[in-house]
C-alpha cells in the first residue's frame, strides 16, 4: 500500500533524489526543482543523508548526480552528507542502484521528484523492496506539464507492464 502524505516525516534516514537532464553542468528546470526541494529538506533535517541519482546521458558534460552535489555543496551541505549514484539511465536504475548504495531496505527512504513523478517513483522503490518510502513532491509549473503528464501516464503503464510497479 501506498502511504499517501501531504508533508514527509522529519528525519529520514536517506533522501534519494530522482536525476533529470543537465545542459552541460548546468540544472535543468526540472532537476533544480528537485535540487532545491532536497536542499529545503536537507536544512531541516540535518542528520537525513542523500543519494544524487543519474548518470550522464548525452549533451550532459557531467552527471546529474554531480551536478545536483556542487549545487548542495555550493548552497553550504557538507559533502559528507551526499553519496552520487552516477550508472543509472532511467527511474527504475535511479532507484535500484540508491537503494544499493544504502543497502538497508528498513531504512526510511524519501524519494524526491517533481510532483508528476512522485507516485512512479514511490512506487518503483517499493516494488524494489523499500519497506519505508515517502514521496517528496518538488514542483514544477510550466507548459511542459501538457507533455510531461501524458508521458508520464504512459510510463506508469509501460512499468506496471515490465514488473516495475
Given amino acids: 500500500m501506498l502511504r499517501k502524505i501531504t508533508k514527509a516525516p522529519k528525519d529520514l534516514d536517506y533522501l534519494i533524489v530522482l536525476g533529470a537532464h543537465v545542459r552541460g553542468e548546468r540544472l535543468s ?20 543523508r542523500a543519494v544524487l541519482s ?12 554531480e551536478a545536483m552535489r556542487r549545487f548542495l555543496v555550493k548552497e553550504g551541505v557538507s559533502p559528507s552528507r551526499l553519496l552520487l549514484e552516477e550508472r543509472s539511465t532511467n527511474t527504475k536504475e535511479n532507484l535500484d542502484y540508491s537503494l544499493e548504495i544504502i543497502g538497508d531496505m528498513s531504512c526510511s527512504v524519501g524519494v524526491v521528484t517533481n510532483h508528476y513523478h512522485v507516485f512512479r517513483g ?14 517528496i513532491a518538488a514542483p514544477y509549473c510550466t507548459h511542459r ?20 510497479l
Fill in 29 to 48: 528546470k526540472a532537476l533544480l526543482e528537485r535540487t532545491v526541494k532536497a536542499l529545503e529538506y536537507l536544512r531541516e533535517n540535518p542528520g537525513t
Fill in 54 to 65: 543519474g548518470g550522464r546521458g548525452e549533451g550532459e558534460d557531467i552527471s546529474e548526480a
Fill in 145 to 164: 506539464l501538457l507533455w510531461y503528464i501524458p508521458r508520464e501516464i504512459l510510463a506508469i503503464i509501460k512499468d506496471k507492464l515490465l514488473g516495475n
Fill in 122 to 135: 514511490v512506487a518503483i522503490g517499493k516494488k524494489a523492496g523499500c519497506r519505508n518510502i515517502y514521496g
